[in-house]
């Protein structure tokens, strides 16, 4: 099968090896190498690859001659993507000079540009796992990045991944735009136009951070083909290359920790407070509503770690990005399940109470009031439930909902509905069914049929029969009447 943007020479048939691995760069800049693995561990050649954008099929084939290679196939470029839409997040450490962070305005708004790094080649773990990011790739078109949103944390749906090119996610997570993307000095470098009036509504730490100089993480959404073949790049190992980026969006993650790291050259703020030990001070804790402080990374290591949690390595990426309030709650509920339960003990007869003198009559104490239980919404409940019931819950919740929508189009149709949408959508779905039933117009009922008016039936059981005369047919014209 040709690759979009690289001349394959097939040296031999992949069916004696059991496994493959990638060399970039063995025989020079844009000659790579696919070892052939067989089951008892040799090694050899099984393809040699020419960059499509540094070899004509000419030049390949003549340096194939010159080496003494002799290969089974020779399968120019194809300039086609094998595309299989892979939805790709990484997450980098993004960063910028605080000195370079301005002021500027775009359609009559005001900005907040971060020059920022925003990947550069290398091995980088993401969503899809450890995937190679060749340089090649990366200065493809850059261009397709500029306007794409800036946004807190990644898009998520009931834990599934989502675009952000999205008017509800604008509405609540884009804080800003990317633009004048370019390859220079071998990285990917953009700016990130942040609207200040968005960013305070939706994160005020982000701005905070910017301003102050502090470190924070992002993460690149963006769309891969990726090829399947396994290789290493300056001692990391990787699964597949990534090629052809269609990028969704950038994610600003005030309190979650890059894969890229800044040392490697990219990442945001590069005036970065450092602690005793020259490491880059994250954000890592919030506070909650309640006064109290949380590291979200151990906590969630926590409840990952917990026997009794119902939390899974699975979780993980679902936990990082949820609110300060539900991770919150779910620590306080956790914490209840792992108190151990009072053990009831036999009651005992207490002894007859000794008067003291000037003691407060029993009718006068006050009990201590029990604390008020937290209503749990339903998003809540169905994020807490075990991973093999959520899919059920979201099921029944989402029938739930359409069957209500269907009675309450039912009764606004109605003339003689009083009620609003709003008000309807408020009620149960068994009062929507009564509403229903009362706001139709009922339906004429058809009456019996009535045959008193008949009078009484006469039999005619005491008669004898009387045959009919046979009618004689006489088939003779017709004689006309003479006047």
């Known amino acids: 099968m040709p690759y979009p943007n690289e001349h394959a020479a097939r040296i031999a048939s992949p069916d004696g090896f059991v496994k493959f691995r990638r060399e970039n760069g063995k025989f020079g800049k844009s000659i790579d190498v696919i070892w052939g693995i067989k089951a008892n561990g040799d090694t050899s050649i099984q393809a040699i690859r020419f960059a499509k954008g540094s070899f004509t099929v000419e030049q390949a084939k003549a340096w194939l001659r010159k080496h003494k290679y002799s290969p089974i196939l020779f399968e120019p470029a194809s300039g086609k993507s094998q595309s299989n839409n892979a939805f790709t997040r990484m997450l980098v450490n993004l960063k910028a000079e605080k000195a370079k962070v301005r002021h500027d305005s775009m359609e009559g708004r005001d900005y907040l540009v971060v020059p920022c790094v925003m990947m550069i080649e290398g091995v980088h773990e993401g969503s899809m796992g450890a995937l190679y990011y060749p340089s090649m790739e990366l200065s493809k078109t850059p261009e397709v990045w500029n306007a794409k949103p800036v946004v807190v944390y990644h898009p998520q749906i009931n834990g599934v991944a989502k675009s952000a090119c999205d008017p509800v996610i604008f509405d609540k997570q884009k804080i800003g735009v990317l633009m004048n993307t370019q390859w220079a000095d071998n990285k990917l470098k953009t700016e990130c136009w942040i609207d200040e009036a968005k960013v305070k509504e939706v994160d005020d730490r982000v701005l905070n951070a910017i301003q102050e100089g502090e470190v924070m993480e992002v993460s690149t959404g963006l769309f891969t083909d990726n090829e399947n073949v396994e290789g290493e790049w300056n001692g990391k190992t990787y699964s597949a290359i990534a090629r052809n980026y269609r990028p969704d969006h950038l994610a600003i993650l005030p309190d979650l920790v890059g894969a890229c790291s800044v040392s490697a050259g990219a990442g945001l703020l590069r005036n970065v407070a450092k602690k005793a030990d020259g490491k880059p001070q994250f954000l890592k804790n919030f506070k909650t509503k309640g006064g109290f402080e949380m590291n979200r990374e151990v906590i969630i290591n926590g409840l990952i770690a917990n026997e009794k949690s119902p939390w899974t390595e699975e979780d993980r990426e679902a936990l990082m990005v949820m609110s300060e309030e539900k991770l919150a709650w779910i620590v306080d509920m956790q914490k209840m399940q ?132 046979a009618p004689v047919l006489n088939f003779e014209p017709e004689k006309k009447a003479v006047v």
């Open 338 to 469: 792992d108190e151990p339960k009072l053990k009831v003990k036999a009651p005992v007869v207490a002894p007859a109470p000794v008067p003291v003198a000037n003691a407060v009559p029993a009718e006068n104490k006050q009990e201590p009031t029990p604390p008020a239980k937290k209503d749990v919404s339903v998003d809540e409940y169905i994020q807490n439930a075990p991973v093999g019931i959520r899919d059920v819950l979201l099921t029944s919740v989402a029938t739930h909902q359409e069957e209500k929508e269907k009675l309450v189009v039912r009764i606004t149709a109605n003339k003689r509905n009083t009620f609003s949408k709003e008000e309807l959508q408020s009620k149960s779905l068994k009062e929507l069914k009564s509403l229903v039933l009362l706001a139709e117009e009922p339906r004429p009922s058809n009456p019996l049929p009535n045959f008193a008016g008949m009078g009484e039936v006469v039999g005619n059981e005491d008669k004898a029969e009387e045959p009919l005369t």
